[in-house]
């Protein structure tokens, strides 16, 4: 299934792609940042009235010190919250370094969060070490600290928060200067290969955790036999720990305080889904890509709490599928990418409270979406056909044609549905978000998406689709996120998208636009992310247009006939943090002449 000329991408909001794509990894700090909010780096906005807040006596002083850091020797006489200010701020914009880092010594500090930031190492562990008692969080991912940097962090014992992800010269000598964290809730030692079995006997008296995740720690096989002490455990990710089998469910089973546990892409088996029967407070369950069948469903049935489920790629088919019904609590269902028919969406009538339903790349077809049917609108047509004959008949409010009017998000990506298929999803009022890529469907089906006036995310990545089918669609004024990379869209299309004035994210690829196209969306002043790649007929006319587009973060032009001339219209992009002008007439010294001149927060660029 598919289509050879687009690109499949895995069900995620374009505006999370944005982030993903054009913010280098010091950005994606996983320890706390409410500090950020305070921050003169960052522009302060008024939203209702789109201008800048005057900054504070406060802030201004913390942005002052901070500029002139080289002039302070200590601020330990400071109070500590003046203190942690210019903490934050001189990491927020990048100042600190190892020298800067001394006059902190003996601040008192409560939250390090330096997580992804440059030139952190053992020689660093020694001022965020001195914070003592007071230190209540710290984020010191990717850094290269190592075991003996860790040594005088038990001082810090009443620590609540501890990342160390990614930090790969920490081994089980490093965990064992946690082991008496009593106070700690929330532990995090993602993409570590040097922790074992051993080394996680460590964890076994952190009896506060709350929070522990492990994923890719790819040594750990044997060692979830010390978590069995770990009684306040509410969540778990041991992700990626191909490692893992059945034997290192069986201590989990006492975690009887677990509410979300993520074991995808392990060696579990439908035994070791049998070792969770009593855990009956889990409401998250990711299971993706583990070798399990519709017969671990028997151990899940009595989980009334079960809310979320993730079982895609896994090794599923319409056998036993009918078990599905007993979860009746489910919200969220991930079947992607499994060997089931339209037979597994008739057990599916039940889950009344679904509010997402993945389909992707399944044998989908038009036949099994009338299981999805939301008959509301048929009861309501009864009860007023009732009144008019003086309540001949009486109908059930529970009855059958209730359907799954709370679904918000559905994706059905890579199957078999057409516009027949389109009819039975007209009724699902409610619908947010909606794949339709790869399907079969044409224009003459998407008028029945015309009474889906909630949509906000949309993907037509369909190439039967043209002009036509956006005319149908023209009502959908809540759109943010619309996808068309691989339909057949003019310009004449491009008039009809001038009605969605929410979008944030546009992709509308292939050679059928020209500048009078790109003229019309010019005024769509909310788009973050425009993808305009492989439209040949693009001139730097084109690039005048987009410029009055001041909120893009991401712009892609690939393919196209701009040139170094057009690149002066792009100066205005401030926001700009990722642009591609592949196979144009721009050159990578032209982008980086803008870069340095113009648009200084651009992270990716092509041609590099």
């Known amino acids: 299934m598919g289509g050879a000329c687009s690109r499949k991408r895995d069900p995620q909001s374009d505006e999370e792609n944005v982030q993903r794509r054009v913010v280098s990894r010091r950005y994606s700090k996983s320890g706390s940042s409410k500090w950020l909010g305070t921050s003169l780096s960052r522009t302060s906005v008024d939203n209702k009235e789109g201008t800048a807040l005057c900054p504070s006596l406060m802030e201004l002083c913390i942005y002052k010190i901070s500029e002139e850091i080289d002039q302070y020797g200590t601020f330990s006489m400071l109070p500590r919250d003046i203190s942690q200010q210019i903490f934050n701020e001189l990491v927020c914009s990048q100042r600190l370094t190892e020298a800067y880092l001394e006059a902190f010594e003996d601040c008192y500090l409560q939250d390090i969060n330096l997580g992804e930031y440059p030139g952190v190492d053992d020689a660093w562990m020694d001022v965020i070490c001195s914070q003592g008692s007071s230190l209540l969080t710290a984020d010191i991912s990717g850094s290269d600290v190592t075991d003996s940097g ?157 809310l979320y489920l993730n079982v895609s790629r896994s090794s599923l088919t319409d056998d036993g599928c009918e078990k599905f019904s007993k979860l009746k609590s489910l919200k969220v269902l991930n079947l992607g990418f499994n060997d089931i028919s339209d037979a597994v969406l008739a057990h599916l009538k039940v889950l009344k409270d679904l509010e997402s339903l993945n389909l992707d790349s399944c044998r989908i077809g038009d036949d099994g979406l009338v299981h999805l049917a939301d008959y509301s609108f048929i009861k309501s047509y009864f009860f007023y056909c009732v009144g008019k004959v003086n309540k001949l008949l009486i109908f059930n409010k529970n009855s059958r044609f209730s359907g799954h009017n709370h679904l918000k998000c559905l994706e059905l990506s890579d199957t078999e549905v057409g516009n027949s298929g389109l009819r039975h999803l007209s009724g699902l009022v409610n619908l947010e978000s909606l794949n339709l ?108 247009f987009i410029s009055e587009l001041s909120q893009l973060v991401s712009l892609n032009v690939s393919s196209s006939r701009v040139s170094n001339t057009g690149l002066q219209h792009l100066t205005k992009l401030k926001n700009l943090k990722s642009l591609s002008l592949e196979s144009t007439k721009v050159t990578a010294n032209d982008i980086k002449k803008l870069h340095e001149s113009h648009l200084p927060d651009l992270v990716t660029y092509r041609p590099e």
């Open 150 to 306: 860790l040594l005088n962090i038990k001082d810090c014992n009443n620590i609540e928060a501890l990342n160390l992800n990614f930090c790969d010269k920490i081994s089980d000598a490093g965990l064992g200067c946690i082991s008496g964290f009593s106070n700690l809730t929330n532990l995090s030692l993602k993409r570590n290969n040097n922790i074992t079995a051993k080394g996680m006997s460590s964890l076994s008296g952190l009896v506060s955790l709350l929070k522990l995740d492990l994923e890719r720690c790819t040594g750990i096989h044997g060692g979830l036999v010390h978590l069995k002490g770990l009684k306040k455990l509410e969540s778990l990710n041991i992700n990626c720990c191909n490692c893992i089998t059945d034997a290192d469910m069986k201590p989990l089973s006492d975690l009887t305080s677990l509410k979300e546990l993520q074991i995808s892409c392990s060696k579990v088996t439908d035994n070791g889904v049998a070792f969770l029967k009593g855990l009956n407070k889990l409401s998250l369950l990711n299971m993706e890509r583990c070798p399990i069948t519709a017969a671990c469903l028997d151990s899940l049935s009595d989980h009334g709490a079960l």
């Open 437 to 544: 890529s790869f399907t079969v469907i044409t224009d003459g089906g998407l008028r029945n998406l015309a009474k889906l006036t909630c949509l906000k995310s949309l993907n037509l990545d369909v190439r039967q689709i043209t002009d036509a089918g956006l005319a149908a669609l023209a009502g959908l004024t809540e759109v943010t996120h619309l996808d068309l990379f691989c339909a057949k869209i003019t310009d004449t299309g491009t008039k009809y998208i001038r009605n969605f004035t929410k979008l944030r994210s546009l992709e509308i690829c292939g050679g059928g636009l020209t500048d009078a196209g790109v003229k019309n969306i010019k005024d769509l002043k909310s788009l973050v992310l425009l993808n305009l790649s492989q439209n040949h007929h693009l001139t730097d006319k084109s690039l005048e």
